[in-house]
């Protein structure tokens, strides 16, 4: 079974720019939560999409949003780019019910400049 | 919020030795993971454990969910075993929003 994949793997920008990232999970999962890990911070849970619908938010701005397509694929935006949006970006997925663990991809890594 | 302590920070081992890696949590979480965080960024599932012992070849993990903690044990370090490593644990029961503690960077040394 393939696992969660990630695109662009890595990805620069300019300041006030906007990016998309794209994150498919494994097949059959259903839920897909996405973080940020930098090194101040370390990692952060941004939000998590289970069949279509954002379920929990956590605590980023309203520049980064989401949304979930009918096969389970996510893609994140940020829009507006600051110098801090630099970080690794992780997406999980897992099946999505009480008891679930979850699976990462590999990360997109996004430059600021 | 909830707040999720790793010990300790750092760690340094001769290849051979033993180490155990602690997890505290403020609060009750749910579906408690390890993982192990390799150069390039990815995180590597080691243990999905809410609670009791698991083990897997020269890795175990113990979860005491009444006691809000968790323990990952590396025995026979190897050079390989080298990284960080991660606890984390989602804060409610249907989604999944994990709460990471800051880690715990690993040295194994030949």
């Known amino acids: 079974k393939a696992g969660v994949t990630q695109t662009p793997r890595y990805l620069i920008k300019t300041r006030g720019q906007q990016v998309t990232l794209s994150c498919s999970p494994i097949?059959?999962?259903?839920?897909v939560s996405w973080y940020q890990q930098t090194p101040g911070q370390g990692l952060q849970f941004l939000f998590e999409?289970?069949?279509?619908?954002q379920r929990n938010k956590g605590n980023f701005p309203g520049r980064f949003s989401g949304r979930q397509f009918s096969n389970s694929r996510s893609e994140m935006n940020v829009s507006t780019l600051e110098l801090g949006d630099s970080a690794l970006y992780l997406c999980a997925s897992s099946w999505g019910g009480g008891a679930s663990e979850q699976f990462f991809g590999p990360g997109t890594r996004l430059t600021v400049l | 919020g909830i707040q999720v302590e790793q010990s300790p920070p750092d760690l340094i081992l001769q290849e051979g030795a033993n180490s155990t890696l602690r997890c505290n949590f403020s609060?009750?979480?749910?579906?408690l993971q390890w993982f192990h965080q390799n150069p390039w960024g990815q995180l590597i599932n080691l243990f999905y454990?809410?609670?009791g012992t698991k083990q897997n070849g020269r890795l175990s993990a113990t979860t005491v969910a009444t006691e809000r903690y968790s323990l990952l044990y590396i025995s026979s370090s190897q050079t390989t075993d080298s990284g960080v490593y991660f606890c984390?644990?989602?804060?409610?029961?249907?989604?999944?929003?994990?709460?990471f503690g800051a880690g715990t960077r690993l040295t194994v040394k030949p």
């Open positions: 609060d009750s979480v749910n579906n």
């Open positions: 999409y289970f069949s279509e619908t």
């Open positions: 097949s059959g999962h259903r839920s």
């Open positions: 454990i809410p609670s």
């Open positions: 984390a644990g989602d804060l409610t029961y249907n989604n999944n929003d994990m709460r």
